[in-house]
């Protein structure tokens, strides 16, 4: 299994220009997870999902879409990119709901917006 | 009530020595308290986790030790060594909510 997926590794967009982050996992989950991680913040949930075509907002959901189409793909999109954005951007997925079920992170999506 | 407090934000400790990181929490009706190692570059992964019916859990030479009364927990790093030099995370959450609250992360080095 390679688990949770995400594309790109890194990424620089300028102010105004859009973007779709990847995200990929291979483990049959239900619920997936996007994050924002910034320096001294802690992780942030921006959208999760609890299966397909099932979508809901977390704590900063502002600026970002999500989709998922299927169980495996959860892509995030960035519309109107601003420096705000600017943060290390983690999937996640769990086999059930969190509270005990472990979540499996990606290795992370760098973005810089300038 | 939502947050989840960490500290310290960094910690510099010998080979050999012991490493505590301490949390706290507001929410009494949080049940699950997990803890995430972050290494530079990777996603965090689990590392160890408890629920408050028990005061202390060990997975070798990790431990979580859980005040409930006082609403605390805690990690500790027996016989830290160089590859235990990570970003740690404490985490609390409900049973059957899709939620975590994320502590603000301690950066641990342990100098060779």
């Known amino acids: 299994n390679a688990g949770v997926t995400q594309t790109p590794k890194f990424r620089i967009l300028k102010i105004g220009q859009s973007m779709t982050l990847q995200c990929t996992q291979d483990?049959?989950?239900?619920?997936m997870y996007w994050y924002r991680q910034d320096p001294g913040m802690g992780l942030k949930l921006i959208y999760y999902s609890v299966g397909a075509g099932i979508t809901d907002k977390g704590e900063v959901p502002n600026g970002y879409n999500v989709s998922r189409s299927t169980t495996e793909d959860f892509p995030l999109r960035l519309e109107l990119a601003a420096p705000s954005q600017t943060s290390v951007y983690f999937c996640a997925s769990s086999l059930t709901r969190g509270g005990g079920n472990e979540q499996y992170f990606g290795p992370g999506t760098r973005l810089t917006v300038t | 009530q939502q947050q989840v407090k960490q500290s310290p934000q960094s910690l510099i400790v010998q080979k050999g020595g012991i490493s505590i990181i301490n949390c706290a929490y507001e929410?009494?009706?949080?049940?699950?308290f997990p803890w995430y190692q972050q290494f530079p570059g990777k996603g965090p992964a689990l590392l160890i986790a408890i629920r408050p019916d028990v005061s202390e859990k060990k997975e070798g030479r990790f431990t979580i030790s859980f005040n409930k009364s006082a609403k605390q927990f805690s990690l500790h790093i027996m016989d830290s060594q160089p590859g235990d030099s990570a970003t740690y995370f404490c985490?609390?959450?409900?049973?059957?909510?899709?939620?975590?609250?994320f502590g603000t992360g301690t950066r641990l080095k342990v100098l060779a």
């Open positions: 985490a609390a959450s409900m049973m059957g909510t899709y939620k975590y609250i």
């Open positions: 929410n009494t009706a949080f049940d699950y």
């Open positions: 483990m049959n989950h239900n619920y």
